[in-house]
């Protein structure tokens, strides 16, 4: 697969460090963004073959940049998991029916994280 990258946004430095350093152990290239905006931004101009984004981040939540790059023509073939504290089976529904490849509840195994992720690309 010519493109590996992963895009992950959270604006949780810690919830971060766990992500980025659970999927670079099984050799994923990562790129970061710290919000909605700036996770638009990577993933427009970088074309990561995945996103994993965090649900509430300011500026742009995380179901709003799922929207955007669902619709956009240029993004809308990148798979989205979704990242989150939201644990409610509406956050999940909602988050799925927006176009939400999967949807992992923090706190979360690196295990399963990596199994998600490996089956989505």
């Given at each position: ?24 152990s099984k050799g994923f290239r990562v790129v970061t963004a710290v919000d909605g905006e700036e996770a ?27 929207r955007k790059l669902k619709s956009a023509g240029d993004t809308k073939d990148i798979k989205i998991l ?40």
């Amino acid at each position: 697969m010519e493109n590996e990258t992963i895009l992950v946004a959270d604006d949780s430095p810690t919830e971060m460090r766990i992500v980025v350093s659970a999927l670079e152990s099984k050799g994923f290239r990562v790129v970061t963004a710290v919000d909605g905006e700036e996770a638009i931004q990577k993933a427009t101009s970088l074309r990561p073959r995945l996103a994993i984004l965090d649900i509430v981040m300011p500026k742009m939540n995380g179901f709003q940049v799922l929207r955007k790059l669902k619709s956009a023509g240029d993004t809308k073939d990148i798979k989205i998991l979704l990242l989150s504290s939201k644990s409610s089976e509406s956050d999940r529904f909602w988050g799925m029916k927006q176009g939400a490849d999967d949807y992992i509840t923090k706190p979360f195994e690196s295990d399963a994280l990596a199994a998600a992720v490996t089956r989505l690309l």
